[in-house]
């Protein structure tokens, strides 16, 4: 590897994360997941509560929000916002929603690629989310680009709340869902689109073995 950045991007409910650190894992590198960064400013802005259409509360609520990711030796995340451990609390359909709503503003994605950027100066990183390969790290050494039927990520997005004891209409996951494709492949900043040079994979068909299969044999050039 060159500068020891892998990327994964995909829209939600793809499984990124579950694929993203188990990568991490295998090849022995951190993971980052900059979607919880964005989640972290959401639950800012509802304890707030502000109106994030106006850029000068925004941009006020930015500077009082220091977000920290700690990883432990199996990549197992802890969100740090201002000293606090919000882990959990930014997983509910509500902080899904609100920060799909933030991260369609310029202010919020300058502070969080600058924060991205810094923890990925030194490589040996598996980076997650929506604009890793064709933003934040365009130089990135191998960029991978997950898809999903809208269905099947409703699905698995169903079951995933459902370890956590949270059950949700499938109907409406798949309107949420849809919402949240709809804003993050058609907002300004950075709209999600896979990379000219990403390996697309589809994973409709495929479980999570093999996908981490698919994208460790492609690292290793076999
Ligand atoms: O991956 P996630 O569902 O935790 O991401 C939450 C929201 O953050 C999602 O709606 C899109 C946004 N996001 C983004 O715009 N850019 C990223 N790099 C990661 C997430």
Do not use: C, W
Request: hydrophobic share 35%.
């Amino acid at each position: 590897m060159n500068n020891g950045i892998i990327t994964i991007d995909g829209p939600s409910g793809v499984g990124k994360s579950t694929v993203a650190k188990s990568v991490a894992n295998i090849l022995g590198l951190m993971y980052l997941d900059t979607g919880a960064m964005y989640r972290a400013v959401a639950l800012q802005v509802k304890r707030k509560p502000i109106n994030i259409n106006n850029e000068n509360e925004l941009l006020s609520l930015l500077k009082t929000t220091n977000i920290r990711i700690l990883n432990n030796k199996n990549n197992v995340l802890k969100i740090i916002l201002n000293d606090e451990d919000i882990t959990d609390e930014i997983r509910s359909p509500e902080i899904s929603r609100i920060s799909s709503d933030v991260a369609t503003k310029g202010s919020v994605r300058k502070k969080l690629v600058e924060l991205q950027r810094e923890i990925g100066l030194n490589g040996n990183i598996v980076v997650e989310g929506r604009d890793m390969g064709t933003y934040v790290f365009p130089d990135a050494d191998i960029k991978f680009y997950l898809e999903a039927t809208l269905e099947e990520r409703a699905i698995r997005r169903k079951k995933q709340l459902m370890e956590n004891n949270i059950d949700r209409d499938l109907e409406n996951m798949i309107k949420e869902i849809e919402l949240r494709d709809k804003q993050d492949k058609e907002r300004l900043e950075s709209p999600l689109h896979p990379a000219p040079n990403a390996v697309i994979i589809d994973t409709t068909n495929l479980n999570t073995d093999e996908v981490i299969n698919r994208i460790i044999r492609e690292v290793k050039g076999e």
